[in-house]
């Protein structure tokens, strides 16, 4: 019998509310870097999150 994965919730950098600065845009218009203030250098949004990850409010009344 297999053992069931739990389903981990995953965040992004692109969620967080320490992001700020959105720059370098891909094709499709949309920011693909940001600034944050634990990093040295700017960091992809499409990253997981690290341990000072916090949520932008709007992200929390969109999952509420």
């Not at 389903?7 to 944050?36: N, V, W, Y």
Request: charged residues 30%; positive net charge; aromatic residues 10%.
């Amino acid at each position: 019998m297999r053992k069931k994965k739990e389903e981990e919730k995953l965040h992004f950098c692109r969620e967080c509310a320490h992001a700020t600065d959105f720059h370098s845009m891909s094709l499709k218009g949309q920011p693909i870097l940001a600034k944050c203030p634990y990093q040295e250098w700017s960091v992809l949004l499409n990253w997981d999150c690290c341990q000072h990850f916090k949520m932008k409010l709007y992200e929390k009344a969109k999952t509420a």
